[in-house]
């Protein structure tokens, strides 16, 4: 713009390796778009101290806080977008061990207090932060079952802390 403006002799644009006129290149990320820019960067910078002129509508330094502000926002969503990916990852791992440390506890407990009756069992389960009211008792073998959901599914082991 600031050729077709007559600020800046048509041979500027050598600088940036474009012949005059050009076309704007299209560009289709927002890396390419950073690594486009950073080269309009050097290029100008390699002009300016050759004894061009700078630009002055917009400032070059206007035109570079702006890209600084795209570049950070570009890795700011990248690293939310890994940190996420991330999590994704490691859920299932996450979900093993805890079903697998939640079972320890609970027969831990529950071999500690097989004498017990089983209102005492219930005692013991809610103070160790277990959640019994989804739960019946089979009166048989007096063991505690989960209760089927609305679906006849049992309904699943919850612990609240």
């Given at each position: ?64 806080v702006w890209v600084e ?5 570009v890795k700011v969503k ?84």
């Open positions: 713009m600031a050729i077709e403006r007559v600020e800046l002799p048509s041979n500027a644009a050598k600088y940036y390796d474009l012949t005059f006129p050009f076309e704007v290149p299209e560009i289709k990320s927002d890396v390419q778009l950073l690594k486009v820019a950073e080269k309009l960067f050097e290029d100008d910078l390699k002009r300016t101290s050759e004894g061009g002129k700078y630009f002055t509508n917009p400032s070059i330094g206007a035109v570079r502000k795209f570049a950070e926002a990248n690293n939310t977008y890994n940190v996420k990916q991330a999590e994704v990852e490691n859920i299932e791992g996450i979900r093993t061990d805890t079903d697998k440390l939640l079972s320890d506890v609970f027969d831990t407990v529950l071999s500690k207090i097989s004498s017990e009756t089983q209102q005492e069992k219930v005692k013991i389960f809610k103070a160790c932060g277990f959640n019994t009211e989804d739960r019946k008792v089979d009166e048989s073998t007096e063991e505690i079952l989960p209760k089927p959901n609305k679906k006849g599914n049992p309904g699943q082991l919850k612990f609240d802390l």
